[in-house]
T-cell receptor
């Protein structure tokens, strides 16, 4: 089955720094979604991407759908303490509703 | 979490008992999905349902697990004769159609 690899697995950054993380797949996806999960909670949808090459922003977050359709990137600018959490990418194949989730990137902000 | 409701939030069962997890989708959403998450891992798809129909159950174990989404009422994920390996967080998501899925807060199942 499909596998999504996220990197880095974890990041330790200082407040105010920019963050970049990516997600790569062995298969093509038609939709990429980025979620954030905090302890004890469900994933919260951040950004949805539907077209190869698409670049979409949501406040300080920007995500891109890779041209090959096998990867996606998420950037967070000027990080703040509430950005702490685990970020998951998820891919969806056309005609198949289930989401395949990545392994997650844990973001920690050092005071 | 955009209005998807799950209950209970925490459930403790002894080995061999049954677990029933409930999910009420967002208003206007007719697609429901169940996922399982083990500690320190991503979510794994279990089953996709529309009202009164199971559309895709490719991620559901063949035995002891079942799901339904009746015409009236919440979607139910049922685990019979629970074992320790069933301990996990179970998340429900809903969508109005294909694409974006919105998740509930999850049910944390602990099997003792």
């Amino acid at each position: 089955g499909q596998q999504l690899n996220q990197s880095p697995q974890s990041m330790f950054i200082q407040e105010g720094e920019d963050v970049s993380m990516n997600c790569t797949s062995s298969s093509i996806f038609n939709t990429w979604l980025w979620y954030k999960q905090e302890p004890g909670e469900g994933p919260v949808l951040l950004i949805a991407l539907y077209k190869a090459g698409e670049l979409t922003s949501n406040g300080r977050l920007t995500a891109q759908f890779g041209i090959t359709r096998k990867d996606s990137f998420l950037n967070i600018s000027a990080s703040i303490p509430s950005d702490v959490g685990i970020y998951f990418c998820a891919g969806q194949i056309q005609g198949n509703e289930k989401l395949t989730f990545g392994t997650g990137t844990r973001l920690t902000i050092i005071p | 979490n955009a209005g998807v409701m799950q209950n209970p939030r925490h459930l403790v069962r002894r080995r061999g008992q049954e677990a029933r997890l409930r999910c009420s989708p967002m208003k206007g959403h007719s697609h429901v999905y169940w996922y399982r998450q083990l500690p320190e891992e991503g979510l794994k798809f279990m089953v996709y349902l529309q009202k009164e129909n199971i559309i895709d159950e490719s991620g559901m174990p063949k035995e002891r697990f079942s799901a339904e989404f009746p015409k009236e009422g919440p979607s139910i994920l049922r685990i019979q004769q629970v074992v320790r390996g069933d301990s996990a967080a179970y998340f429900c998501a809903s969508s109005p159609s294909s694409g974006e899925q919105y998740f509930g807060p999850g049910t944390r199942l602990t099997v003792t």
